[in-house]
């Protein structure tokens, strides 16, 4: 009997799969496939990254740590998928992690990491070949070199369609496929690489020394370790001994609390020795400054790697109250988020980062200057990019 199979798509959704016999194969995104040289390096003999002495994710395993067991996380090179996969390996698994870029921590023991394309369907299919669960990290737009700016939450969409629409299906060979999803907010915990950093940075910078948007707006968080615990969890709750009883499901996962941004990033403010933000400026001229933004960072793309500010999609989950029950994780998987402090993140960050350059002041203000003039020009040059087309498009 095989064991359980998990796709998550970090960030917005995720997707578990249980395969009986053989593997089946989700892909992501839609897109074509092309043919890319694999490179295969094995692991070698090193710690855990970070496993502290406390963490439950072996606990949690259930069944999967019964018995023995070949996991792949795709996207594994990242963040979370480095992280979930040194937790399978510690509670016994055989994992294989897959990813265009190599992770930048140390591969523990018996871990081997695969180097190809996600749409690389040969390399794919090989790396999951005999796997007992896939555990689908790996999304359009985060690694590699085509980051896109707004892609990245409809391709998770559509992903999350074929993997609910995949489940129940008869394997060759027999047996049933079963999925289920998981849908995560903004991943925090120690050495985070993609918001924290970009967020000191920006801060220091002084790009964000305002506020916006609806101030009792609130929004959801989730600890990378609480998502490995949901993960593993899902897997169990795909497996006969728990009757199967996630498949087909969608479960939002995160840490239980709600939070405004701004008061949320306080003890970077803090850390960083920077105040906090006191202006407060109108949602729709941030909005049509990140429209404005994202536009030059994709005209600009070939000569310079400008990343937006903000994007218009950031723009809007931070004006708005989006949070998520996670009541039905609670009942069926038996999730249970432990209490973890944004500060102590960032600490981490304070004392590990490295030495940034220290850039003269002139050319601070020099940049700050075209910055400004560009956003001016662009907006009366092009009347769809304006504040005042923003507002004619919300009066409708």
């Not at 120690?190 to 967020?199: A, F, S, V």
């Amino acid at each position: 009997m095989k064991l359980t199979g998990i796709v998550c798509i970090q960030e917005h959704y995720g997707a578990i799969f249980n395969m009986e016999k053989k593997l089946c194969l989700v892909i992501e995104d839609g897109i074509s496939l092309n043919r890319n040289d694999t490179k295969v390096i094995l692991s070698g003999i090193a710690t855990p990254w970070h496993q502290t002495s406390n963490s439950n994710f072996s606990g949690n395993a259930g069944a999967l740590k019964e018995k023995s067991m070949r996991a792949v996380v795709t996207g594994g090179g990242g963040y979370f998928g480095y992280k979930l996969g040194c937790a399978l390996a510690n509670s016994g698994a055989s994992v294989v992690l897959y990813d265009i870029n190599k992770p930048i921590w140390e591969i523990p023991n018996g871990v081997v990491c695969i180097q190809a394309d996600v749409r690389d369907y040969d390399a794919i299919f090989a790396a999951c070949e005999g796997a007992d669960c896939v555990f689908h990290v790996a999304s359009y737009g985060m690694s590699g070199r085509e980051q896109h700016v707004d892609h990245y939450s409809r391709t998770k969409s559509i992903a999350e369609q074929m993997v609910l629409a995949a489940n129940g299906t008869p394997l060759a060979g027999g047996g049933i496929f079963y999925t289920c999803v998981l849908r995560p907010p903004g991943i925090y915990g120690p050495e985070e690489q993609r918001h924290l950093p970009r967020l000191a940075k920006n801060i220091e910078r002084g790009l964000l020394s305002f506020k916006f948007g609806d101030p009792s707006a609130k929004l959801n968080w989730v600890h990378v370790e609480n998502l490995v615990q949901a993960q593993i969890l899902a897997a169990d709750a795909l497996t006969p001994e728990k009757n199967y009883i996630a498949s087909g499901q969608v479960y939002f996962i995160n840490d239980g609390e709600k939070f405004n941004l701004f008061e949320w990033l306080t003890p970077l403010f803090e850390r960083l020795g920077c105040s906090k933000p006191w202006i407060r400026i109108p949602t729709s001229l941030v909005y049509a400054s990140a429209i404005i933004m994202e536009y030059l960072h994709l005209t600009l793309k070939p000569f310079v790697e400008l990343s937006p500010l903000l994007t218009r999609n950031e723009v809007q989950n931070i004006s708005t109250t989006h949070t998520f029950r996670i009541d039905k994780a609670r009942h069926q998987l038996g999730y249970n988020p432990e209490k973890f402090a944004f500060a102590d993140s960032v600490d981490h960050y304070v004392k590990t980062r490295p030495e940034a350059p220290n850039h003269p002041a002139f050319l601070k203000v020099l940049l700050s200057v075209m910055v400004s003039l560009s956003l001016i020009f662009l907006s009366l040059r092009f009347d769809d990019l304006s504040v005042l087309h923003f507002f004619r498009e919300t009066q409708r």
